[in-house]
């Protein structure tokens, strides 16, 4: 479990192998990011946000909390969410993480 602190939230993320999803609590509710694995990546498939109760940085924080775990990991990732994809064209510091001769 990894806990980073914002200005009101901590976001304890938690990876549920058995779901293959990255998950943390916000108010009561489940925000999720989905994913697939093979050999050395991982593919973020969906990214999953209670709508009412989060807000763009919250799933900007979850989204870098969740890619510093696979950095330590030492494992590429893919993004085929869009919100994911819109996040890494965003923050180019992230390209790095992509498999070799992709590009977003």
């Known amino acids: 479990m990894r806990t980073i602190s914002n200005l009101m939230d901590k976001i304890n993320v938690t ?35 209670p709508k009412l109760k989060c807000t763009n940085d919250f799933s900007d924080a979850f989204i870098k909390e969740v890619l510093s775990i696979i950095a330590e990991r030492n494992i590429s990732m893919m993004p085929t969410s869009p919100e994911i994809v819109r996040f890494i064209r965003k923050n180019k510091r992230y390209r790095s993480m992509l498999p070799i001769g992709v590009r977003i």
């Open 15 to 49: 990876d549920n192998a058995f779901l293959r999803q990255f998950e943390t609590e916000v108010q009561g509710e489940l925000a999720k990011i989905e994913y697939a694995q093979q050999e050395r990546k991982i593919f973020l498939t969906k990214l999953v946000v």
